[in-house]
């Protein structure tokens, strides 16, 4: 009931602040890696090796970590052009299926991801410039997409914790 409910809403609200903290975290990196690199071609007449690769990595997390606020904002793609067709009683039906529907949608992807990183897992494929494993980097495929799926559960079970919701519980 409401204790489950307020232990959602704690998860929703830390996922949001980690998911916050990886884009800044991410763009950060990027922007110093690049910096770097860019100042030790200028100065030295060499760059940092594997700049662009790891700045790629951290342009992926911040991604998916966008992708997760984009869905905690309503900010995602959807069929907006079908707002208007219900009210009422209704409306909260079809909110509700809605969330559901794309929580569904965010399992069949990240069943899919997960099939993705486990093959490369299986190959051992790394990067061929570091040589770094790929699968780490991968992982936020599966991770973006299971939160998104939870989150989009929880907001079907509790639309009121939408938080651009319109209909309340």
Known sequence: GSCMKAICESFLLVIRGVERAV?????????ALLLIDTLGRELVGKGFFG?????????????????????ALGGHLRPSFMDGLVSGANERAVVRLGQFVTAALAIVIMLAAIQFVSVTIQYNETNQVVGWPLWPIQMALPVGFGVAALRHL?????PDLIPTAKVTE
Do not use: E, H, K, P
């Open 23 to 31: 884009i800044v975290a991410g763009f950060i990196i990027m922007t």
């Open 51 to 71: 700049a662009n690769i790891y700045a790629t990595y951290a342009l992926i997390c911040s991604a998916m970590a966008g992708f997760g606020i984009a869905t």
């Open 154 to 158: 929880i907001y079907g079970i509790w």
